[in-house]
C-alpha cells in the first residue's frame, strides 16, 4: 500500500468524525436493542399472565372434572341401589301372585300392568 493511503486512513480512523460516525451507529445499535429488550419484557410479562389465567382456568377445570367424577359414582350407586330394589319388588310380585293363586283359588287376581308384564310371570294352578 501506498503511504500516503496508510496516513490518510490513520487519518480517518483517528479523526473525530469517523469516532462520530461509529458512536452513532453504535447508540442506533443499542437503541434497536433496547427497544427489542423492551418489547421482548411486553411479550414475556403477556406470556406470564396468560400462563397463570390458564393455569387458574385448568385448576378449576380439574375441580370440576373432580366433583362431576364425584356426582357420577353418587348416581351411579343410586342407580345400582333403584336396579336392586326394583329386581326385589318383581320378584316378591311374582311370590305374591303365585301365592295367591296357590291358597285363594276362587279369587280373580288383578292382572298385572302392562309395563311389568315381561317381568311377571304368574302361574295359575286349576281349582280342580
Partial sequence: MNSDAVGFILALFTGG???????????????????DV???????????????????ELNRLKDDREKDLARIEKIEKEISVERDLRWLAISHIRDMYAWISEHVPGVTVIPVPSALAPYVHVSRKDPS
Avoid: H, N
Avoid at 458512536?23 to 434497536?32: E, F, H, P, Q, Y
Avoid at 423492551?38 to 387458574?56: F, M
Fill in 17 to 35: 468524525s469517523v469516532a462520530g460516525i461509529i458512536t452513532a451507529v453504535s447508540s442506533r445499535r443499542k437503541g434497536i436493542r433496547d427497544a
Fill in 38 to 56: 423492551a418489547e421482548e419484557s411486553t411479550a414475556v410479562q403477556g406470556l406470564k399472565e396468560l400462563t397463570a389465567e390458564l393455569r387458574a
